[in-house]
C-alpha cells in the first residue's frame, strides 16, 4: 500500500448536531486508496451518522469531507455514483434469479449498457455463480447470498465500497471466502469501510477506527491495538464469578473486573502488586481464589477499556 | 457425566421441514447447573434445536428430556420448569420494562408476594433499574435485549434456553448480558445458549459445534483448542494473497488464510513449521516475522468442518 497516494477519504473536524445533541464530535481521519478501514464503537457512538455523511445521505453541520475526490456537502449527488453499500439486511430480490438481481443493480446504478455483459459476467464469477445464474436468490445459501450482494454493491466498479456487518451469521469458511474478494478489490484500489460490532470481522481490517460518544477515540491497527493496550489483565478463577466481579468493583489497583465464562478476566494497574490485593478481596467476600494468569487482551478487552477510559457507553 | 445428574438429554434428536433435514440426529446430555453453547453458522441447526428443547416444535424422530419429561410425548408438562428467549422475543413496545416484567409475571402466575423482589433483583443485574419507566420500544437494542432476558427469567425456570441473545448487540450490553446468565447459573439454572459467533465460543463450560444440522465436536472450548496446540502461526509477509496461494497445496498445511496485515497458517503437524519460512522464502518473499499463535474457536471450527470432510 502506497502511503504517499492522495487519501481516498479524508474528514476533517467533521460534526454533526441534532438540536444539542452532538452525535459526531469533531473527528478527523484519513484513509488511503485500497485500504479496509474498520469502524467500531457502542450503539449510538455516532458511526452511522458518520458513514451518513460520507455517503451524502446528510450535511455535517461543521468541518468537511471528500470521497473519491468529492466534496461530501457541495458534492453530495455525485458521490453516490462513486459508492458502493452492502448491508447485513442486503437489497437482493429473493424472487429474482441470481443474473436477473445482476441486471437490476447494473440498471440501478446506471452501467454503461456497452459494458453490462462485461460487468454481469465479472459479477458471476467474481461471487462464484456463474453455473448457478438462474437459481432463485431466495433458496441460495447465506453465504453465497453475501458473495452476490457483494457482486451487486460493486457492479459499477465504485472506488469506495461502505460495509455494514457484512459477514454477520455466517460460516467461518464463507466468511474467509468473503474477505479473499474484499482483499481483491482492495489489491485493484477500492477503499473499504466496515462498520460492525464483531471483533471476528474487525481482524480482517488494515486499520480500526473506534468512536464513541460521537468522537474518535482510537485509530490504528488490529496489532498495534492490542500492543498498544498493554495494560496488565489477570484471569482468575473462583467459584462465583458474578460475585467475584461485584467484589472487585472498588479494590485499589483494579480497573475493571469482567466475566469470562466462570473465569474472571481483571484489568490491573500492575500485575504483580494487584495479585494479593484481589485474593484479600476475594477472601473478605468468602469467595474461593483459584490460579491466577496473566493474560493478553482480546480485541474485545481492548475495545471495552478504551471505551470506559472515555467515560463509557452511551447507555451506561 | 452420569445419568442422575443430566437436567436436558438428547436422543438423536430429528426434525425435518420436507426433504430438509434441519437437524440431524444430535445426542448429548447436559448437566444441572452447567452454561451450554450450541455454535455454529446459520443454517445449522441451533434455532430449531432450541425450539425443540423448548416445545415449541416436536421432532420428526428422537426425543429431548427436560428434567425428565420427554418434549416427543408430553411437551406442555415441561414448559413450567422452562424458559426460551428467542431471536425475536415478544416484548411490548407501548408498554414500559416494568409493565412487560408483570405482564410476564402475570403469565406464567408468578405470586404477587414475590413478584416485586425478583423484578428488584433482575433490575439490579440488568442495570435496567433507572428506565423502568420508559417504554420498551424506546430501549436501546442492548437494554431490549436485557428486558427480554429479564421477562423470561420471572418465573425462575431452571433451564433457560437463549437463542443467539448478543445478535446485534454491542460488546458493552454483550457484558451486561453475560452477567445475567452467569447470575442464573451460580443460582443453579441450567443454560443453553446458541451463537453464530466463534469468539463466544470460550465463555462455555461445553461447546456443541454443529454443522448443517449435525454434531462436529463437543468438548471444552480448551480440550476444542488443545488438538490445534502449536500449529497455528501468523505470518508478516509481502503480497499475502500471493504468499496464501504458495503455501496453501503444501501437504503440511491444513489451511492459510489473510487476515488484515497478516496470514493465518494452520499446519497438519507442530513440527511442520519451519516449512512456512522455506517456503516462503524461496518464491521470494520478504518475510517479516512468523509467530505462533494461540488458536480461535474460527481455527477450530475450520478443522473440524475439514476433518468431517465437508469441504
Given at each position: 500500500m502506497s502511503g504517499r497516494a492522495a487519501p481516498a477519504v479524508r474528514v476533517e473536524g467533521l460534526t454533526k448536531c441534532f438540536g444539542d445533541f452532538v452525535?459526531?464530535?469533531h473527528v478527523t481521519f484519513d484513509v488511503r486508496p485500497g485500504e479496509i478501514f474498520g469502524f467500531l464503537g457502542p450503539n449510538g457512538a455516532g458511526k452511522t451518522t458518520t458513514i451518513k455523511m460520507l455517503t451524502g445521505l446528510l450535511p455535517p453541520s461543521e468541518g468537511s469531507g471528500s470521497v473519491a475526490g468529492l466534496d461530501?456537502?457541495?458534492e453530495a449527488d455525485r458521490i453516490k455514483r462513486q459508492i458502493g453499500y452492502m448491508s447485513q439486511l442486503f437489497s437482493l430480490y429473493a424472487d429474482l434469479t441470481v443474473e436477473e438481481n445482476v441486471r437490476f443493480f447494473s440498471g440501478l446504478y446506471g452501467v454503461d449498457r456497452a459494458r453490462r455483459l462485461e460487468r454481469r459476467d465479472w459479477v458471476l464469477e467474481m461471487a462464484g455463480l456463474t453455473e448457478h445464474r438462474?437459481?432463485?436468490?431466495?433458496?441460495?445459501p447465506l453465504g453465497w447470498k453475501q458473495r452476490l450482494a457483494l457482486g451487486c454493491a460493486v457492479i459499477h466498479e465504485p472506488p469506495t465500497l461502505f460495509l455494514d456487518e457484512p459477514t454477520s451469521g455466517v460460516d467461518p469458511i464463507s466468511r474467509r471466502r468473503f474477505w479473499d474478494l474484499i482483499y481483491q478489490l482492495a489489491e485493484a484500489g477500492t477503499t473499504t469501510f466496515v462498520s460492525t460490532h464483531y471483533m471476528e470481522e474487525a481482524e480482517y481490517c488494515h486499520r480500526l477506527a473506534l468512536m464513541n460518544r460521537g468522537a474518535l477515540i482510537a485509530l490504528d491497527t488490529p496489532a498495534a491495538l492490542r500492543d498498544g493496550l498493554r495494560v496488565p489483565m489477570l484471569e482468575i478463577e473462583t467459584n462465583d464469578a458474578p460475585r467475584a466481579v461485584a467484589a472487585l468493583g472498588d479494590a485499589p489497583g483494579v480497573r475493571d473486573a469482567a466475566m469470562f465464562g466462570r473465569r474472571i478476566h481483571v484489568t490491573v494497574d500492575d500485575s504483580i502488586t494487584a495479585r494479593p490485593v484481589i485474593a484479600s478481596a476475594l477472601e473478605g467476600h468468602g469467595l474461593e481464589v483459584g490460579d491466577m494468569t496473566d493474560i493478553t487482551p482480546s480485541l474485545e478487552d481492548v475495545f471495552v477499556a478504551l471505551v470506559r477510559r472515555a467515560g463509557g457507553a452511551p447507555d451506561e | 457425566m452420569s445419568q442422575v445428574e443430566a437436567m436436558v438429554s438428547l436422543e438423536r434428536l430429528t426434525r425435518r421441514f420436507g426433504d430438509v433435514t434441519a437437524v440431524d440426529g444430535l445426542s448429548f446430555d447436559v448437566a444441572s447447573a452447567e452454561l451450554f453453547g450450541l455454535v455454529g453458522p446459520d443454517g445449522s441447526g441451533k434455532t430449531t434445536t432450541l425450539r425443540m428443547l423448548a416445545g415449541v416444535l416436536l421432532p420428526t424422530e428422537g426425543d429431548a428430556l427436560m428434567n425428565g419429561t420427554s418434549m416427543a410425548r408430553n411437551p406442555e408438562s415441561a414448559k413450567p420448569d422452562l424458559a426460551y428467549m428467542s431471536q425475536?422475543?415478544?416484548?411490548?413496545?407501548?408498554?414500559?420494562v416494568r409493565e412487560n416484567l408483570h405482564f410476564y409475571a402475570d403469565l406464567y402466575e408468578v405470586p404477587r408476594a414475590e413478584r416485586d423482589q425478583r423484578m428488584e433483583r433482575l433490575f439490579r443485574f440488568s442495570n435496567l433499574g433507572p428506565f423502568t419507566?420508559?417504554?420498551?420500544?424506546?430501549?436501546?437494542g442492548g437494554m431490549k435485549q436485557k428486558l427480554g432476558l429479564s421477562c423470561a427469567l420471572i418465573h425462575q425456570p431452571k433451564i433457560l434456553l437463549l437463542d443467539e441473545p448478543t445478535f446485534g448487540v454491542d460488546p458493552i450490553s454483550r457484558r451486561d448480558l453475560w452477567l445475567i446468565v452467569h447470575e442464573m447459573v451460580a443460582e443453579g439454572v441450567t443454560v443453553i445458549v446458541s451463537t453464530a459467533y466463534m469468539d463466544e465460543a470460550e465463555r462455555f463450560d461445553r461447546v456443541a459445534l454443529l454443522n448443517e444440522g449435525r454434531l462436529l465436536a463437543l468438548a471444552t472450548p480448551a480440550e476444542m483448542q488443545e488438538e490445534l496446540k502449536g500449529k497455528v502461526y501468523a505470518v508478516v509477509v509481502d503480497r499475502l494473497r500471493e504468499a496464501r496461494d504458495r503455501l496453501q497445496p503444501l501437504h503440511q498445511v491444513e489451511r492459510a488464510a489473510v487476515f488484515g496485515d497478516r496470514l493465518h497458517v494452520t499446519l497438519t503437524d507442530p513440527s511442520h513449521a519451519p516449512v512456512i519460512e522455506t517456503t516462503l522464502q524461496d518464491g521470494g518473499f520478504s518475510v517479516r516475522g512468523t509467530d505462533r499463535i494461540e488458536p480461535s474457536m474460527e481455527d477450530v471450527f475450520i478443522h473440524h468442518v475439514s476433518q468431517a470432510g465437508v469441504l
Open positions: 452525535a459526531v464530535d461530501i456537502e457541495t438462474r437459481r432463485l436468490t431466495g433458496e441460495l | 425475536r422475543f415478544g416484548l411490548y413496545s407501548d408498554l414500559t419507566e420508559r417504554l420498551a420500544g424506546k430501549l436501546s
